[in-house]
Nanobody, 115 residues
Framework: QVQLVESGGGLVQPGGSLRLSCAAS????????MDWYRQAPGKERELVAS????????NYADSVKGRFTISRDNAKNTVYLQMNSLKPEDTAVYYC????????WGQGTQVTVSS
């Protein structure tokens, strides 16, 4: 079965960095676009970044452009989200997602940006 397992979240001060990882299994990872979403308390889940199956095309929400970088390693079935210059408004649960015949989500990893 499809599994997406996120890791790398935590507490970081404003201006700091974190790197999230999402380990995928149960499907042919190299054939699917992968996404990172986030959901802050009281807000709807929003798309943060996407990467095409080859890694050649990436897209970002305006709020994270220039600060976050999405990447993937198809040999390791893993997608990453490098987050730099973090702000308190980046605080949220971050989810890995793919649409492989249907929507699949990871369990989420908490990112808290606070001094």
């Amino acid at each position: 079965q499809v599994q997406l397992v996120e890791s790398g979240g935590g507490l970081v001060q404003p201006g700091g960095s974190l790197r999230l990882s999402c380990a995928a299994s149960g499907f042919i990872f190299s054939k699917y676009t992968m996404d990172w979403y986030r959901q802050a308390p009281g807000k709807e889940r929003e798309l943060v970044a996407s990467i095409s199956y080859t890694g050649g095309t990436t897209n970002y929400a305006d709020s994270v452009k220039g600060r976050f970088t999405i990447s993937r390693d198809n040999a390791k079935n893993t997608v990453y989200l490098q987050m730099n210059s973090l702000k308190p408004e980046d605080t949220a649960v971050y989810y890995c997602h793919t649409l492989a015949r249907r929507n699949y989500w990871g369990q989420g990893t908490q990112v808290t940006v606070s001094s």
